[in-house]
């Protein structure tokens, strides 16, 4: 498996139509405009620990329809893109309508990120986290944004400005993205960190159990 940095999704089944309809309206207003178009939002729910909160969100068609034009002849698939972001609520800072997504850009094909983070506290600086799966659940890149920057509480920071080089036989049968928040670091110095195993139990129950992350040192993240 290929790492480089910042995350997917699996078929949720949500419940709760006030949350599908306050995370429809954020895609309405924050994910890219192509993706936001053709989604749908599934909606939050908690993990099965109570630990954290699962958000999931429906895309585009699976592949590089309308993104490559040679692919336009193609045969697509019926399989939606779904991009899963993890809210730890103990985090000073987490991810809102969060995705990577594969994109057509200046040079080449790319994934970029989606949605943004919004800090619940004051923050000097965060790390997230992004993993991409394939349509079987496998996981294909590992890709990440770190920045140092100070940011209010309730103020937010884009993800969707952060790329990263794609490669296009992977992103044909890029699926699920997952996204969460790895460290953050509060004005009195203090790091804050997220524990990983809840998030890996978590990528789990919607990916299944041979789901893997990635582990520590992120030695091929960008």
């Known amino acids: 498996m290929r790492s480089i940095f910042l995350i997917g999704v699996a078929a949720l089944a949500f419940s709760a139509p006030r949350a599908e309809s306050q995370v429809a309206g954020a895609v309405a207003q924050g ?21 954290l909160e699962i958000c999931a969100i429906r895309g585009r068609p699976v592949g590089l329809h309308g993104i490559f034009p040679k692919y336009a002849e193609g045969k697509p698939s019926s399989l939606l893109r779904r991009h899963i972001y993890i809210v730890d609520p103990s985090a000073p800072v987490r991810p809102d309508r969060a995705g990577v997504h594969a994109v057509d850009g200046k040079r080449s094909l790319e ?24 349509a079987f659940g496998d996981r294909l890149v ?6 140092a920057e100070d940011l209010a509480a309730g103020s937010t920071a884009s993800l969707s400005d952060s790329s990263w080089r ?50 520590e040192g992120d030695p091929a993240e960008e």
Do not use: F, N
């Open 142 to 147: 590992t890709v990440g944004v770190r920045k």
């Open 166 to 215: 794609a490669i296009e036989a992977e992103a044909t049968v890029a699926r699920t993205s997952v996204v969460y928040m790895v460290r953050a670091i509060r004005p009195d110095g203090s790091i804050w960190q997220a524990d990983l195993l809840p998030i890996l139990a978590a990528i789990r129950e919607e990916l299944g159990s041979s789901a893997e992350m990635e582990g």
């Open 31 to 51: 994910l890219d405009v192509a993706e936001a178009s053709s989604g749908e939002a599934y909606g939050c729910r908690p993990s099965a620990d109570g630990t």
């Open 111 to 134: 994934y970029r990120g989606l949605g943004e983070v919004r800090a619940v506290e004051p923050i000097l600086a965060w790390h997230a986290r992004g993993l991409v799966y394939d």
